[in-house]
Nanobody, 125 residues
């Protein structure tokens, strides 16, 4: 299975932007769909965005449409989540995940083949 490592989190003011990266190793990144999830303190982990292995299909949670963009550079074995117009409610640990088939709707977490360790995003008001 591919191993995933997220970077790019940090502290940003409301209205600001961050770009998260998800570096993959130990597998052929182009063979996997990629996703971003997030988990705020005391809340369930929730789906944020997903992209198919060939970058043709994308899926976004309603609460990030128009603000976040998911992308995947197979040549660099890296996926990205560009986050604009961040709000305090976007504060969470952000995780990337992978699957062999593209899931158009969120699945139980154990159906994703790999998970990263997460990166903290904090948005101050």
């Amino acid at each position: 299975q591919v191993q995933l490592v997220e970077t790019g989190g940090g502290l940003v003011q409301a209205g600001g932007s961050l770009r998260l990266s998800c570096a993959a190793s130990g597998g052929t990144f182009s063979s996997y769909a990629m996703y971003w999830f997030r988990q705020a303190p005391g809340k369930e982990r929730e789906f944020v965005a997903g992209i198919s292995r060939n970058n043709i299909l994308t899926k976004y949670a309603d609460f990030v449409k128009g603000r976040f963009t998911i992308s995947k550079d197979n040549a660099k074995n890296t996926g990205y989540l560009q986050m604009n117009s961040l709000q305090p409610e976007d504060t969470a640990v952000y995780y990337c995940a992978s699957s062999y088939s593209f899931y158009g709707d969120p699945r139980p977490h154990n159906e994703y083949s790999s998970w990263g360790q997460g990166t903290q995003v904090t948005v101050s008001s």
